[in-house]
């Protein structure tokens, strides 16, 4: 693993959006054949760092060197050109499009026939072939359609494309969050044969039992700074954890004593969704928030939506709401049953930007406000004052565009809408998700105040301190399946362990 230099260096990266810091003199070396796992909780600043690597965004200091040489990246072609290649969370493949042609997409080789540049399929076959060789599947064959391979054989394509480029330097971002645990094994296999042929690996996940088979080292971000380096075989997950997690700040969620638990609102059991949910079963109370913490492809992020009825027909499940069964077709079924669902990604699903704080507001029950024919402004603005004054969203007025306030009050907008007579149970992705800390201590104490009024509050995050932090009971969720229960005043590094980590680990 010993080289002149190593094949990246990126040294003193800095990044800030607007006056917030992001990046702050950030360190990270990747020798050839090495794989570096880069770790962090959301927000510590991983996707930033690779963005810059890849040329998504430009730096405000530092520098980068690929084998000695200082580059700048000014977008992502001069990256891939290189040999730095990103392989993103979500699988990017032409699903009508053959094996070869999806490796050799945008550099197809050409050849002369009658005068005319065609496209060589001949070379493409023969070229995909040794590369699905080299990654060890010959079963993947070049004239299948992406369409008809798994998920991981997808993946597999995904990194043939990249080796075909040449690739000195590959960032895998959670490449094993939508498969099987025998699938990952497939990447792990993949990444193996990657090293011998001396190409560098940056392999970002959440699953620290993955991260201790793959990786040779350790890199672990916390708030935009380094946090730690590690030699993976020479390094305890407590070690690990205790660095991504830091010190949780207290009174970030010291925002008020739970309530009693009240009567059952919410009785979940045996649902099940393919390849996303298994057996899932819990319960939630009146006066109650229970948070559900899970990694990027636990399931968590279909879970909320699965309740709401927003996947469409409810067909494996025994739910019971406020004590009748209940089985929606679709979101419009939550909604009257008298459940209110929050979207993690609030600009896409949340707001309606171009509208109003009171149109944004009355847009799920706009029902409730029409007077024959006509909408009644007036009733609409009343109803916007009274939450904009009890949430605490710091506007003009109702009639402020949405867009034009912070990401904490349209959050708080967001909750807003859901509280009218008749909804009982508050399902919220992500709740403060791109919130400042501020912010999220204060809908964090809305959030208890709304559960001591009689609401049953279920958060679903991929934020293991905010879910600690913030419920009265929590569950873990990985792969699918319910993992872990635990009561108030769980730590944030026992939820993690329980995300199908070592059993045996003692949270520090």
């Not at 076959?125 to 080299?134: A, H, T, V, Y």
């Not at 075989?233 to 407590?238: L, N, Y």
């Not at 205790?242 to 207290?250: F, I, K, P, R």
């Not at 309530?259 to 996303?276: D, Q, S």
Request: charged fraction near 25%; proline fraction near 4%; hydrophobic fraction near 45%.
């Amino acid at each position: 693993m010993a080289s002149t230099a190593p094949r990246l260096g990126m040294h003193g990266i800095g990044k800030s959006f607007g006056r917030v810091p992001v990046l702050s003199d950030v360190d990270l070396t990747v020798d050839p054949g090495e794989v570096v796992a880069l770790l962090g909780s959301n927000g510590a600043g991983k996707s930033t760092l690779m963005k810059i690597l890849t040329g998504l965004y430009n730096r405000d200091g530092g520098t980068i060197q690929v084998d000695g040489e200082t580059v700048d990246f000014k977008d992502p072609a001069a990256a891939v050109a290189s040999g730095v290649k990103l392989l993103p969370q979500e699988i990017s493949v032409m699903p009508d499009m053959t094996v070869a042609e999806n490796i050799f997409l945008g550099d197809m080789p050409l050849k002369r026939r009658f005068g005319v540049m065609q496209v060589d399929k001949d070379a493409m076959r023969i070229r995909s072939r040794d590369l699905l060789d080299q990654l060890g599947f010959a079963n993947i064959l070049p004239d299948m359609l992406v369409k008809r391979l798994s998920v991981a054989e997808q993946r597999i394509v995904e990194i043939a494309r990249a080796l075909a480029g040449k690739a000195r330097i590959l960032v895998m971002d959670e490449p094993t969050a939508a498969l099987t645990e025998q699938e990952a094994k497939m990447i792990f296999r993949i990444i193996r044969r990657l090293k011998e042929n001396k190409v560098s690996v940056i392999y970002i996940s959440h699953y620290l039992s993955e991260v201790f088979e793959i990786s040779d080292r350790i890199v672990v971000l916390r708030d935009g700074r380094n946090a730690g380096t590690f030699l993976t075989a020479e390094t305890k997950r407590a070690e690990v954890l205790a660095a991504m997690l830091g010190n949780t700040v207290d009174d970030l969620y010291d925002v008020g004593a739970p309530g009693i638990a009240g009567a059952e609102i919410l009785n979940v059991e045996k649902l099940t969704i393919p390849r996303k949910l298994e057996d899932v079963a819990f319960s939630l109370h009146q006066n109650e928030i229970l948070g559900i913490f899970g990694l990027v492809g636990s399931g968590v992020e279909v879970l909320g939506r699965a309740l709401y009825g927003a996947l469409g027909p409810l067909k494996t499940a025994d739910v019971c709401l406020g004590g009748q069964s209940y089985r929606p077709m679709s979101a419009r079924d939550g909604k009257l049953a008298g459940i209110g669902f929050v979207a993690a990604e609030r600009k896409k699903e949340g707001i309606i930007a171009d509208l109003t704080v009171r149109e944004n507001i009355a847009l799920p029950f706009e029902e409730r406000f029409e007077r024959g024919l006509f909408m009644s402004q007036a009733e609409e603005s009343q109803h916007a004052i009274r939450w904009i004054g009890e949430l605490g969203i710091r506007t003009r007025g109702p009639e402020q565009k949405i867009r034009t306030l912070s990401g904490g009050n349209q959050q708080k907008v967001c909750i807003a809408r859901w509280l009218v007579e008749g909804v009982k149970l508050l399902i919220l992705e992500e709740p403060t998700r791109g919130v400042d800390v501020g912010a999220r201590r204060e809908i964090y104490g809305k959030l208890r105040e709304l559960a001591n009024r009689g609401y049953a509050v279920l958060i679903l995050s991929s934020d293991v301190e905010e879910v600690a932090g913030i419920s009265d009971r929590s569950l873990v969720l990985d792969r699918g399946r319910i993992v872990g229960h635990f009561e108030r005043g769980a730590k944030p590094a026992e939820l993690m362990a329980a995300t199908g980590n070592d059993p045996a680990f003692q949270a520090p």
